[in-house]
């Protein structure tokens, strides 16, 4: 059993910063990358931005520039900083993290934590 603790999310004024954390737990015996996807109401759920356990970051055009994901991989704990906060990026912001234990590699989702951008 893997869990994914996500925490960070609230209401912001536009133009203002979150920082979201999600923390794996739980049966893993090492970690391929991790990410974040949102999901707007009445919208598919989207990339935001994912990042390899060497490094590699991958955003979505609209978190360029804007956002930032970092890992720390002692922790196994990965953040996205999110700046120049829009009424438009209001959304559930979900974890996920692959990774792979005795019985092989495997994709988790944390259940998601409410940003809302709005004065």
């Known amino acids: 059993q893997v869990q994914l603790v996500e925490s960070g999310g609230g209401l912001v004024q536009p133009g203002g910063s979150l920082r979201l954390s999600c923390a794996a737990s739980g049966s893993i015996l090492g970690i391929y990358g991790m990410g974040w996807h949102r999901q707007a109401p009445g919208k598919q759920r989207e990339l935001v931005a994912d990042i390899t356990w060497g490094g590699t970051t991958n955003y979505a055009d609209f978190a360029k520039g804007r956002f930032t994901i970092s890992r720390d991989n002692a922790k196994n704990t990965v953040y996205l900083q999110m700046n120049g906060l829009k009424p438009e990026d209001t959304a559930v912001y979900y974890c996920?993290?692959?990774?792979?234990?005795?019985?092989?590699?495997?994709?988790?989702w944390g259940q998601g934590t409410q940003v809302t951008v709005s004065s």
């Open positions: 996920n993290a692959e990774y792979y234990n005795t019985r092989g590699t495997r994709r988790d």
